[in-house]
């Protein structure tokens, strides 16, 4: 059993008193009580991940049937975006069951799914939520997020990265384009040269898992990738294969 330290406890009932607290001030039908409650009962001894699994369920059952109402709402609770490259999982920790219900119940509502992952990656982080798009949208997807890379939100810049990455940590493999990596890689060339370290290390960091998924591929990229004389491309490179021998 789990015991309630560290981050998981910031995932219990006082996350379902803080949300309801801001989902009344735009939905005044909202059940806090049976939200507050019936976290309260259900999430002792679950992990961080499970805890937040939980919250989207239980949202589910007390928002609007209609899921574009019901993320309308959500939406209107986000707040000002986040102007850091920190903070995503302290300040606005309190998104990611935000981003949960966008995953597990949105998967028949491209458009609105998708603008609300911008949305919360501008906070947070949608690089879990927008992977059941790229499985089930693949080219819809992908050209939204080539759009991401050109932004000048860094957030977005950073997702267009992160969420594609085919071995992303706490995600289940990406294996969409294990084979014919092409698309992926056109979005992460638009990116070798980004300035925010942020973005930088994502960057680096999904080239590290093509060495793993996709080795002749990756290095085929990073050849490439080593003409250039940019010191941000170069700092990638050396980052993506400092652990190769």
């Known amino acids: 059993?789990?015991?309630?330290?560290?981050?998981?406890?910031?995932?219990?009932?006082?996350?379902?008193?803080?949300?309801?607290?801001?989902?009344?001030?735009?939905?005044?039908?909202?059940?806090?009580?049976?939200?507050?409650?019936?976290?309260?009962?259900?999430?002792?001894?679950?992990?961080?991940?499970?805890?937040?699994e939980l919250h989207a369920e239980v949202l589910k059952s007390c928002l609007p049937e209609n899921f574009d109402e019901a993320v309308s709402i959500l939406l209107k609770i986000l707040g000002d975006e986040n102007a850091n490259e920190t903070g995503?999982?302290?300040?606005?920790?309190?998104?990611?069951?935000?981003?949960?219900?966008?995953?597990?119940?949105?998967?028949?509502?491209?458009?609105?799914?998708?603008?609300?992952?911008e949305e919360i990656t501008k906070r947070n982080t949608g690089e879990y939520a927008i992977r059941p798009f790229i499985r089930a949208y693949p080219d819809k997807t992908l050209a939204?997020?080539?759009?991401?890379?050109?932004?000048?939100?860094?957030?977005?810049?950073?997702?267009?990265?992160?969420?594609?990455?085919?071995?992303?940590?706490?995600?289940?493999?990406?294996?969409?384009?294990?084979?014919?990596?092409a698309p992926v890689f056109e979005i992460l060339d638009i990116l070798k040269e980004d300035e925010i370290m942020f973005v930088k290390k994502s960057?680096?960091?999904?080239?590290?898992?093509?060495?793993?998924?996709?080795?002749?591929?990756?290095f085929d990229l990073i050849s490439a990738w080593q003409k250039s004389n940019n010191k941000h491309t170069q700092w990638i490179i050396k980052r993506a294969t400092r652990k190769i021998k």
Do not use: C
Not at 21 to 45: C, H, M, R, W
Not at 90 to 116: C, L, R
Not at 203 to 218: C, F, G, S, Y
């Open 144 to 181: 939204k997020m080539k759009g991401w890379a050109k932004s000048d939100n860094f957030h977005l810049r950073r997702i267009a990265s992160e969420g594609l990455r085919p071995k992303l940590p706490w995600a289940t493999k990406l294996e969409t384009f294990l084979n014919h990596p």
């Open 88 to 117: 995503m999982f302290s300040e606005y920790y309190w998104i990611m069951p935000i981003g949960k219900y966008v995953e597990q119940y949105g998967i028949e509502h491209f458009d609105t799914s998708i603008n609300a992952i």
């Open 203 to 218: 960057v680096a960091n999904h080239l590290t898992d093509w060495l793993k998924v996709n080795k002749e591929a990756a």
């Open 1 to 52: 059993m789990t015991k309630n330290t560290g981050i998981t406890q910031y995932f219990g009932a006082n996350l379902a008193e803080l949300l309801s607290d801001k989902i009344l001030k735009v939905y005044a039908n909202f059940p806090k009580d049976k939200y507050v409650q019936t976290i309260k009962n259900e999430s002792e001894g679950l992990s961080y991940t499970h805890r937040i």
